[in-house]
């Protein structure tokens, strides 16, 4: 006989004939009332796991989002922190882009004038 564990048909045969297996030498009438009520708290064990799981999944999720929306913002903020930089220093680059001997040379020209 297979075992089908991959649904949940499946599974609740499998743990019912393990059940029966374990529960041959109680009483037939404890016997049923103990695995019925052992399988509802089994199913609600499982079903609250899910739900916590499924949560935690969630919150990961949001989590997620929030640091790719901070790292986002930071980026572009440095992007406009690298353009005003690369203007300034642009700027300051005409400025001694000029070599020091034509800035003199200018000056002995304005002074001769």
Same mark, same amino acid.
């Given at each position: 006989?297979?075992?089908d564990l ?14 029966? /297996? &374990?529960l041959?030498?109680?009483?037939? =009438?404890?016997?049923? !009332?103990?695995?019925?009520?052992? #399988?509802?708290?089994?199913?609600i064990?499982i079903? /609250? ?10 919150? !990961?999720?949001?989590? *997620?989002?929030?640091r &790719? *929306? #901070? &790292?986002?913002?930071?980026? =572009?903020?440095? /992007? ?12 300051m680059e005409?400025? /001694?882009?000029?070599?020091?001997w034509?800035?003199? !040379?200018? *000056? !002995?020209?304005?002074? =001769?004038?």
């Amino acid at each position: 006989m297979s075992i089908d564990l991959d649904t949940t048909k499946g599974r609740k045969e499998y743990l019912s004939e393990k059940f029966d /297996d &374990l529960l041959e030498g109680i009483n037939e =009438s404890y016997g049923t !009332l103990l695995m019925e009520e052992l #399988l509802k708290r089994l199913e609600i064990t499982i079903k /609250d796991f899910n739900d916590e799981l499924k949560a935690l999944c969630d919150h !990961l999720v949001k989590k *997620q989002d929030e640091r &790719l *929306q #901070l &790292l986002e913002m930071l980026k =572009s903020n440095e /992007d406009i922190s690298v353009n005003m930089a690369t203007k300034e220093s642009t700027s300051m680059e005409s400025e /001694d882009a000029v070599p020091v001997w034509e800035k003199k !040379l200018s *000056q !002995l020209e304005n002074k =001769s004038k």
